[in-house]
């Protein structure tokens, strides 16, 4: 009886290994179709495969960034919110990062400039080298009228690396590099 038992737990662990890996490819074989038709410009098409992605894998993160970047590129502005949202919901520290960063850009996009700065000061508290998280950050601070801030967060990605930042400063502050850094939070 007892040796009948065994098998019958390790026959039934078996089993859900056996589906747990046949969903998790299920998943992976949707998301790289969704990748591939997204590389083609087919992105409502990528939309779907990135869903059943999801279907299959709820925290399935790369599903749920690429799926915001197809969405973006539509227009579709609050389902690119909602699925980078979910990347913060679901991702590690430096997804995370991305998923603030992304949802900042679309809210710069459609003029919430106050949630924007919030969501690049998020991706910037957990990767302090985002040069474009300061890049993007300056902008938004530039629509709301804090000058400085915007100045600021332009000298800090210039300073990572980031030529867009670099070029406006140039053009506009010359001695950009000579002037001192701003003390305080950013």
Known sequence: MRRILCFITLSA??????????LAESANSFFNNGFEKHLHG???TAIQLYSKAIDNDPQFVMAYQMRGAAQQQLKKYAQAINDYSMVITCGEPYFKAVGYYN????KNITGDYQAAILDFSQA???DKRMAAAFFHRGIAKSKTGDLAGHL???RQAAKLGDNNAESWLNTYYPDWKQMP???GPT
């Open 124 to 126: 910037i508290e957990l």
């Open 152 to 154: 600021e967060d332009f």
């Open 13 to 22: 662990a078996f089993m859900l290994l056996h589906v747990s890996i046949a």
């Open 181 to 183: 850094f701003a003390v």
């Open 42 to 44: 087919d992105l409502s």
């Open 103 to 106: 949802r900042g850009v679309v």
